[in-house]
């Protein structure tokens, strides 16, 4: 498995990480916990060293899913998670809301560090930006635990390229991870250029757009009222129809590459920059290999022109999110 650096941090992963919150939660159907510890501990046998879940994926659950799966492989793997929402440890429920005060950060890195069985968090994201909490306020609190040895590195989800300015200037940016893909691509207008320019890596999460981009989904694919997809309206039928225009493109590229739509998708996002590591997610050791093929398929100059020059007149019909969630991203 080839390696990458996010930014200037020093931080090495691999080319492809594993994102483990489907393992918990969000969509369906949620697979049996051990079939999970064994898909994780695959994955590094494969190469995968870099691995994303969050205290609120469940809430808690798949910390501990992880923290399991990779007790055998301390200090050999990169655990990114994630804190910023009011949660009940004990009843183990989403309060909702979003709380980034200094007290609660410091308490919700307390009990990371005990679900995913490690002495220091690798890499420890602001999962929303929390606008009642100056970004400063936020980055000092982490800068401090930092200096305790309970974190190795700090992170923003979702955040605008002003606040990761504000923050970089408190304490350095690791890597920022937001929705990025063929079908999402609002970070290219000034995020990517900000982290560029202040050697910050990227880590873009959905890169299969949910599945969609993969091809296995069309207007006749339904879904449960629990799986997150149904009420985003992107996947109302009506909108898959328009946007399957993105797979058929996709999936003429990949008769030409001998590879399938979703690889494409994930080597065009490899392509982009050397410091973007993608964190497709998976609960099927099929998909996960198909996946990590992406690796090696490689787009040259022109390909990337001709993905570029069709995506161009391909417009992606419905918003990503419900209104309620897309409320929580800053882009």
Known sequence: MQKRKLGNSGLEVSALGLGCMGMSRSFDPIPERQEMIALIRTAVERGITFFDTAEVYGPFVNEELVGEALAPFRGKVVIATKFGFNLEPIARVNLGGLNSQREHIKQAAEESLKRLKV???????????????PIEDVAGAVKVLIEEGKVKHFGLSEASAQTIRRAHMVQPVTAVQS??????????????PTLEELGIGFVPYSPLGKGFLTGKIDENTTFSGSDLRSRIPRFTSENLIVNQALVDLLDKIAEQKKATPGQIALAWLLAQKPWIV?????????????????????????????IENAAANIQVQGARYPEELDKLTGL
């Not at 002495?119 to 909490?133: C, E, G, K, S």
């Not at 990025?180 to 000034?190: F, G, H, T, V």
């Open 278 to 306: 993608p964190i497709p997610g998976t609960t099927k050791l099929a998909r996960f290999e198909e996946n990590i093929g992406a690796v090696n398929v490689e787009l040259t100059p022109n390909d990337l022109q001709e």
């Open 119 to 133: 002495d220091a968090i690798d890499l420890f994201y602001q999962h929303r930006v929390d606008p009642n909490v």
């Open 179 to 192: 929705e990025y893909s063929l079908w999402w691509r609002r970070p290219e207008e000034a995020v990517l």
